[in-house]
């Protein structure tokens, strides 16, 4: 059962149940509304940026990213010879954006002062008539966290499915603009005035960010493929200070893709980076690229984490 010693129940807050987390010197928090990683912090120094208590998430922050991430074109997908049709999340493209998730009260499953387990059901609605039981597992390490989902399939058929995260990084102490944020990918996508995709390319100036760029020298709401794996088989995607110190978010089997996204309107910060490790691109109920079928019954599971050091 959850330990309430760990919990600030003292106010409502628009993101539900604050859990807070502690392993020596990092600490976490998880918001329930989403399953978010709102806040963490490494040695005192802030890595993922909070935003106020008494404000809902902005721009999708921690937020956990089920059954598609990103968008689909006008929410309208071909489910073998079925056309559906999404609730549109995303009035200002016509788009459904992030999944059906976004927005949910997630049940605390289980609770340690180092640990959190928050699960979520799919139910069947409109455009999506599958039921897919999810999970969600954030756990401090010495100098970071790491994260493990699950989804099963509760339906009688197969269930399409792909699954994103949208933490935003930082380095405390240190002006964003001189951050180099570094992705090891060899393409991008290219997308239209919806930011849907519509092509994919080599990624050359603006986008190539193997080598590494300034944070302040780039704007990005970018997806991209090609990535590299480490030796390990994980992604590496690194946001560095000038005085060499470093956080990475590496990404396990099974996120083959990653949307980076900068803003200068997230709560408290100048400048801060969305790095979204995905499952599938934008679109994927359409093009299939990266889609997976979960058969009855069937589970997946995948894992990322951040590291500061």
């Not at 992604?235 to 110190?245: E, I, K, N, Q, W």
């Not at 396990?252 to 900068?262: P, V």
Request: charged share 20%; proline share 7%; glycine share 8%.
């Amino acid at each position: 059962m959850p330990s309430d010693s760990t919990r600030d129940d003292s106010r409502p807050s628009p993101t539900g149940i604050q859990l807070h987390l502690r392993r020596d010197a990092v600490t976490a928090q998880i918001a329930q509304v989403g399953a978010s990683l709102r806040h963490l912090v490494v040695d005192g120094v802030e890595i993922v940026p909070p935003y106020p208590e008494d404000e809902p998430t902005p721009s999708c922050s921690g937020v956990v990213l089920a059954p598609w991430p990103n968008r689909i074109r006008d929410g309208v997908w071909q489910d073998g010879d079925t056309t559906r049709a999404l609730a549109i999340t995303e009035p200002k493209f016509r788009n459904a954006s992030h999944g059906l998730l976004r927005f949910a009260t997630y049940e605390i499953a289980e609770q340690s002062d180092e640990s959190v387990t928050l699960s979520a059901a799919i139910v069947p609605q409109t455009g999506y008539p599958y039921l897919v039981e999810t999970s969600v597992t954030y756990t401090l390490t010495d100098a970071g966290i790491d994260v493990t989902h699950t989804l099963t399939n509760r339906s009688d058929t197969a269930a399409p499915v792909a699954l994103g995260t949208h933490p935003f990084l930082t380095i405390g102490g240190v002006d964003a603009r001189e951050l180099v944020l570094r992705i090891p990918a060899e393409t991008y996508f290219e997308t239209d005035d919806r930011m849907l995709p519509i092509g994919e390319s080599p990624v050359a100036s603006g986008t190539d960010l193997r080598a590494g760029a300034r944070l302040g020298d780039v704007q990005l709401d970018t997806g991209f493929a090609g990535l590299h794996r480490d030796a390990d088989g994980q992604v590496r995607t690194t946001l560095s200070a000038p005085d060499g110190r470093t956080v990475t978010l590496h990404q396990g089997e099974g996120f083959d893709y990653i949307q980076a996204y900068t803003t200068t309107g997230y709560p408290g910060q100048t400048l801060t980076v969305a790095i979204e490790p995905m499952t599938a691109p934008a679109e994927s109920f359409n093009s299939g690229r990266g889609l997976r079928r979960l058969a009855p019954d069937e589970s997946w599971t995948l894992r990322w984490g951040i590291r500061f050091a």
